[in-house]
T-cell receptor, first 111, second 115 residues
């Protein structure tokens, strides 16, 4: 079973920030948080990952709470092309490196 | 550079037939994964290769499913005696797995339909 829980769906107005929450209350100390998205009929695309510090790249920002039990992916200026299913995954950097996907959050960016 | 490629993009087969799905990972990536995705669900792990060996095949649903990666690059997922329940999108991903923190790069998938 997935170790994360996410809302099933969210809407966001184009040009506004999209904040996608993820709960991972059972996360272990060495597990990283990864975010991927899947645009219709494509394979999942890597967005960002982090361990405990907040991270930012050209696509998004990742905010991880101090207790690491939850995180938020922020798309600062959502566009219509950001409409996708977003997956939050936790994974340890050892052993089997497989991802266990949940059902993700279906983000719809509205014009 | 070139990403992960998968062939064919679509495969329609009759129940009971044998199929092979191919994955070409990103050059130099030592780790390779197969996932299966049913409609409306997230991808489900099938098997993980590190180099030529299957390091974890715990996700293969039964012994009709088998995968190989003989030279540590291209991988083939093989399904014998296909069933209608095998219909899904089969995704391949590769990773450099640098100290276990490498992100996975996914291919576009092969849509398998068993009639």
């Amino acid at each position: 079973d997935a170790k994360t829980t996410q809302p099933t769906s969210m809407d966001c107005a184009e040009g506004r920030a999209a904040n996608l929450p993820c709960n991972h209350s059972t996360i272990s100390g060495n597990e990283y948080v990864y975010w991927y998205r899947q645009i219709h009929s494509q394979g999942p695309q890597y967005i960002i990952h982090g361990l405990k510090n907040n991270e930012t790249n050209e696509m998004a920002s990742l905010i991880i709470t101090e207790d690491r039990k939850s995180s938020t992916l922020i798309l600062p200026h959502a566009t219509l092309r950001d409409t996708a299913v977003y997956y939050c995954i936790v994974r340890a950097p050892s052993g089997t490196y497989k991802y266990i996907f949940g059902t993700g959050t279906r983000l719809k960016v509205l014009a | 550079g070139a990403g992960v490629s998968q062939t064919p993009s679509n495969k329609v087969t009759e129940k009971g037939k044998y199929v092979e799905l191919r994955c070409d990972p990103i050059s130099g990536h030592t780790a390779l994964y197969w996932y299966r995705q049913s409609l409306g669900q997230g991808p489900e792990f099938l098997i993980y290769f590190q180099g030529t060996g299957a390091a974890d095949d715990s996700g293969l649903p039964n012994d009709r499913f088998f995968a190989v990666r003989p030279e540590g690059s291209v991988s083939t997922l093989k399904i014998q005696r296909t069933e209608r329940g095998d219909s899904a999108v089969y995704l391949c991903a590769s990773s450099a797995e640098l100290a276990g923190r490498g992100e996975q790069y996914f291919g576009p998938g092969t849509r398998l339909t068993v009639t």
